[in-house]
């Protein structure tokens, strides 16, 4: 394993620290935000109502800006081993999320969304080809990161069905967001554990 490949796996394992911003921020939040029921963008809001305030909300737009960096940088130090359309999938889904903490939902929603799209369509498609890639060398690996790619692919066109405003939008978001996170690690883990 190269020196980039390793600093582009430590990018990959440290990315499920984004779960832990996400709830920093929620528990900061006042009138009654779910995560259940309320998306993950309604949390980067800027503005604030006597209804709802998401006081936090530069920690979860740095946050949608930092780990998208560290997705995109990651992908690319570690191109050789992913592959060509896993790293630009990857790319993509990392720039995507930078563009969505620099565009807030309450600032520009159809900017929001344009922003937002690409990382709901490219993960899914990323891990279910990164499964393919490593199943023979990693069977277990490879079948895990198949069925999240799955999962993640259906939370998100159940998202995309619900819409921003129904009842489960938010645990449908984080079930297309954050099981990701997990398999990008594991992918990660065995490339230092083995490199």
């Given at each position: ?8 796996a430590l990018a990959l394992l440290v990315r499920p620290a984004y779960v832990a911003t996400e709830l ?70 990392g720039l995507s999320s930078v563009a969505t903490g620099l565009a807030p939902l309450d600032r520009d ?20 080809a990164l499964g393919a890639r490593v199943r023979r060398t990693a069977p277990g690996l490879g079948r ?52």
């Amino acid at each position: 394993m190269t020196r980039a490949e390793r600093w582009g796996a430590l990018a990959l394992l440290v990315r499920p620290a984004y779960v832990a911003t996400e709830l920093v921020t929620a528990a900061a939040t006042t009138g009654g935000y779910s995560l259940v029921a309320d998306s993950v963008s309604r949390l980067g809001e800027v503005g604030c109502s006597e209804a709802y305030c998401s006081p936090r909300h530069g920690v979860m737009n740095g946050s949608f800006v930092g780990f998208g960096v560290l997705l995109a940088g990651g992908a690319v130090l570690l191109a050789r081993p992913l592959g060509p359309w896993v790293t630009v999938l990857l790319v993509v889904s990392g720039l995507s999320s930078v563009a969505t903490g620099l565009a807030p939902l309450d600032r520009d929603a159809t900017l929001h969304a344009v922003a937002a799209t690409p990382l709901f369509v490219a993960q899914p498609l990323a891990l279910l080809a990164l499964g393919a890639r490593v199943r023979r060398t990693a069977p277990g690996l490879g079948r895990g990161l198949a069925a999240t790619g799955a999962v993640t692919a259906a939370a998100a066109v159940g998202f995309v069905l619900v819409g921003e405003d129904g009842a489960a939008a938010g645990l449908l978001e984080r079930l297309a967001l954050w099981p990701v996170l997990v398999g990008l690690a594991a992918f990660a883990w065995t490339r230092l554990r083995d490199g």
